[in-house]
């Protein structure tokens, strides 16, 4: 059986589910996320104002009307519904990174770093927050704090290339280049597109 379908046999029982229990959130949710692993994204999103309808407090379903607003280049229709996750769920980390990544891209530096570090006091295992509030603190000239940050990063997963790329900027701005040399590497045998401006920076020194 291919995948495609079994996904239509989990929509067809999702269906079903929905057909016996109209008001169930929880399967107006899991037939959202179905139809946009399909990419049918208008019909997931009537299925995620669904599950808000019948259950207010899905936080899930707000992330995921946030993703599909994504998909579709609206940043401000993105924030807006993480925002009405964390309403909904306090302390939901997965919101409040959403959050963080959102007004990062907008350029709202501190709700970016509020938001970041709710999504990580709330998760300790949630790495690309963690990532993301090391790359806000580099943006907002708090470079020890984003070195922190990426050394703990590392420390769960010593892999993961955006914290050595932002390692490698960090220690750039404070002038230890061969540290900065190092974590430029690595990001790079890790398969990270390091600027060109940092290469260039870095070939100074090598």
Same mark, same amino acid.
């Given at each position: +059986? ?7 046999? /989990? ?9 016996? !229990?109209?008001?169930?959130? *929880? @399967? #107006? ?6 139809? +946009?692993?399909?990419?049918? /994204? @208008? ?13 207010? *407090? $899905? ?20 924030? /807006?519904?993480?925002? &009405? @996750?964390?309403? *909904? ?6 919101? %409040?990174? !959403? ?5 990062? &891209?907008?350029? !709202? ?12 006091? %709330?998760?300790?295992?949630?790495? &690309?927050?963690?990532? *993301? ?5 580099? +943006? !907002?000239?708090?470079? =020890? ?11 769960? &997963? ?18 230890? #280049?061969?540290?900065?040399?190092? #974590?430029? =590497? ?5 398969? /990270? ?5 940092? $290469?260039?920076?870095?070939?100074? #020194?090598?």
């Amino acid at each position: +059986m291919t995948k495609f379908q079994n996904a239509q046999e /989990y929509i067809a029982l999702q269906r079903q589910a929905i057909a016996s !229990n109209p008001e169930c959130g *929880t @399967s #107006h949710y899991n037939l959202g996320v179905a139809l +946009m692993g399909l990419k049918q /994204y @208008s019909e997931a999103e009537a299925e995620f104002q669904e599950a808000i309808s019948c259950s207010p *407090t $899905l936080a899930e379903a707000y992330v995921q009307l946030g993703g599909i607003r994504l998909q579709q280049g609206d940043l401000e229709g993105c924030l /807006y519904y993480n925002k &009405q @996750s964390v309403k *909904t769920r306090a302390g939901f980390a997965e919101g %409040w990174g !959403n959050v963080g990544f959102c007004q990062l &891209q907008l350029g !709202n530096l501190e709700e970016a770093i509020y938001a970041l570090e709710k999504a990580v006091r %709330w998760n300790k295992k949630f790495l &690309q927050a963690r990532a *993301t509030l090391a790359n806000a603190y580099l +943006m !907002n000239g708090q470079v =020890d704090e984003s070195i922190a940050v990426s050394q703990k990063v590392l420390e769960q &997963q010593p892999e993961f290339a955006v914290a050595h790329n932002n390692l490698a900027i960090a220690y750039i701005e404070k002038g230890h #280049h061969d540290l900065a040399i190092e #974590h430029c =590497d690595k990001a790079r045998d890790l398969g /990270y597109d390091v600027a060109p401006q940092i $290469l260039a920076e870095l070939e100074k #020194h090598r």
